[in-house]
Structure formats: C-alpha cells, structure tokens
C-alpha cells in the first residue's frame, strides 16, 4: 500500500520560512516523479512544484519561482519544500504527489499539511 504523509506545516509571520516533508512508502520511490500542490479555502488545487525521478530537473509555478526549493533524498525516500519569504497568499493545504517515470501525472496523493501565513 502506497502512503505519501507530508509534514512540516504550521502558522508563520510573513517573510518566515517552513520546510515541508513528504515521506513515501509502499513504492520504489526513485523510479517516481515527484510534485507539490496546494489548495487554498474556496481555490482549486494549483501546481507548486515538480521534482523529476533522478532530482535532475525542476520546475516551479511562477507564484513561488525564487521563493521555494523542491528537493528529494532518494535514501530516505523523501521529498521536501523548502519555503522561503512566505506571503499570506501561500495560506492552503499543500500535498505531495508521487507520478511514475513512465508516464505524465501523479498516481498517488498524500493527504496534506495546512500552512497558514499570517501578515
């Protein structure tokens, strides 16, 4: 059974930082691509970040580009957000998402962290 658990979220000042883990099990989780998204109160779920199956590449929605940091550890079989110069509009829930090598999109949701960042 695959489980994506993320951690790490929290309330925080504006101009603060957190740092988000997404711990994976039940997959061979360096054959997996791995991405963030969140969802705030009455939005629809929006793309964070991507981190590909090796951690060669990466890519970042606009909204966040210079602000955070994906990265993963293939040893520890997780992924992290580093979040940086947080603004209130990065108030949501953020997920994990794990997407096969093999194929566009994610195959398995974690069930999320809140981040709240008050101004």
């Known amino acids: 059974q695959v489980q994506l658990v993320e951690s790490g979220g929290g309330l925080v000042q504006a101009g603060g930082s957190l740092r988000l883990s997404c711990a994976a099990s039940?997959?061979?989780?360096?054959?997996?691509?791995m991405g963030w998204f969140r969802q705030a109160p009455r939005k629809e779920r929006e793309f964070v970040a991507h981190?590909?199956?090796?951690?060669?590449?990466?890519y970042y929605a606009d909204s966040v580009k210079g602000r955070f940091t994906v990265s993963r550890d293939n040893a520890k079989n997780t992924v992290y957000l580093q979040m940086n110069s947080l603004k209130p509009e990065d108030t949501a829930v953020y997920y994990c998402?794990?997407?096969?090598?093999?194929?566009?999109?994610?195959?398995?949701w974690g069930q999320g962290t809140q981040v709240t960042v008050s101004s």
């Open positions: 981190i590909t199956w090796r951690g060669g590449n990466t």
């Open positions: 998402a794990a997407g096969s090598q093999l194929h566009i999109g994610y195959d398995y």
């Open positions: 039940g997959l061979t989780f360096s054959n997996y691509n």
